[in-house]
């Protein structure tokens, strides 16, 4: 089939790499416009982008889907099918029709759990035992089309949110690829999402990523792996922001964000329990682990993190 791919961030390289590689024909991609990036904040492509121009492919970057240009120039490529990963932006109903398969979005979660820009990071956060990814095709309603096909995997207790993107990026390649033989080949079937069980997973903010120590030990080690890599949990230590990379919940009880500091660990009192910290990244400074941080810091009795 001749496919035009939707898709921006760098976990949805992969797909576009495995559609490429397939029985069928990529004619262009679609992804979102240049943005500024890094200390210059210089105009850069998105990876997406990135990797079509490597691969020597159209490149179409509307500043929105409805734009007259853009409907008329995926009118004339004529695809037979738009398969998405993370594109970033609504598609009015007119673009979704201009495919004869319409549009097939790879999303990553047990759908209609977690529609919205953040499946994973809010899996990992609510201590789902397992999540996955699913093709549906795409309407106009939030990720509410009906299913194609779907894959799951569990979260374990130390996955983080980059663990399991990196891994559905893989996997979830393959699944949309045999979705499209599917469709190619007539043998497709999508069933319409349940109306129990749906709910919604906005975008991670940075307010979102900061911890409450309040909350207990366990909750707070969810929100750390599910805010990694990006955009990172984080407390305030001496009014500077402190960033947490990795904890783990361990049995004890000290005040609720006061430091718990011995020769070789750092923890820290928290609503139920103490979060004892690993990895962490001090105002002005790399990465490294707590205890090493700990070692160069004069504290003072009772000193904590808010």
């Known amino acids: 089939m001749r ?57 179409l970057k509307p500043a929105k889907p409805s734009d007259p240009d853009f409907v008329a120039r995926l009118t004339e490529l004529a695809p037979d ?41 809010h899996a990992v956060m609510a201590g789902d035992p397992e999540t996955g990814a699913v093709t549906f095709q795409l309407v ?13 995997t569990p979260i374990e207790p130390d996955t983080t949110s980059g663990d399991l993107l990196d891994q559905l990026a893989v996997d979830g390649a393959q699944l949309l690829v045999e979705t499209i033989d599917q469709l190619g080949g007539g043998t497709a079937t999508a069933v319409p999402q349940p109306e129990q069980g749906i709910t919604v997973a906005p975008k991670i903010t940075t307010d979102d990523a900061r911890l409450d120590w309040n909350r207990t030990a366990v909750e707070l080690d969810r929100q750390v792996r599910g805010c990694h890599p990006a955009p ?17 919940p361990i049995e004890g ?25 690993d990895n962490i990244q001090p105002p002005g400074k790399k990465a490294m682990r707590a205890a090493d941080w700990a070692r160069g810091v004069q504290f003072t009795e009772g000193e904590a993190l808010s």
């Open 232 to 248: 990172g949990a984080w407390a305030l230590f001496r009014g500077e922001r402190f960033k947490i990379n990795s904890a783990r």
């Open 81 to 121: 099918c738009c398969p998405v990963v993370a594109y970033g932006a609504l598609v009015p109903q007119k673009v979704l029709d201009i495919p004869t398969h319409g549009w097939v979005n790879l999303h990553f979660s047990l759908l209609p759990r977690w529609r919205g820009a953040a499946p994973v990071q």
């Open 140 to 152: 106009k309603a939030m990720d509410a089309g009906p299913v194609y096909g779907s894959i799951t």
């Open 3 to 59: 496919l035009v791919f939707a898709g921006t961030p760098e976990v949805a390289v992969m797909s576009l790499n495995a559609l490429v590689e397939s029985a069928h024909e990529v004619v262009a991609v679609v992804t979102r416009p240049d943005a500024p990036s890094g200390r210059g904040r210089s105009l850069r492509p998105s990876p997406v982008a990135a990797r079509a121009q490597e691969l020597g492919l159209e490149t």
């Open 253 to 277: 009880a000290a005040p609720v964000g006061q430091l718990e500091i011995t020769k070789k660990t750092v923890a820290v009192g928290t609503g139920q329990g103490l979060l004892e910290l």
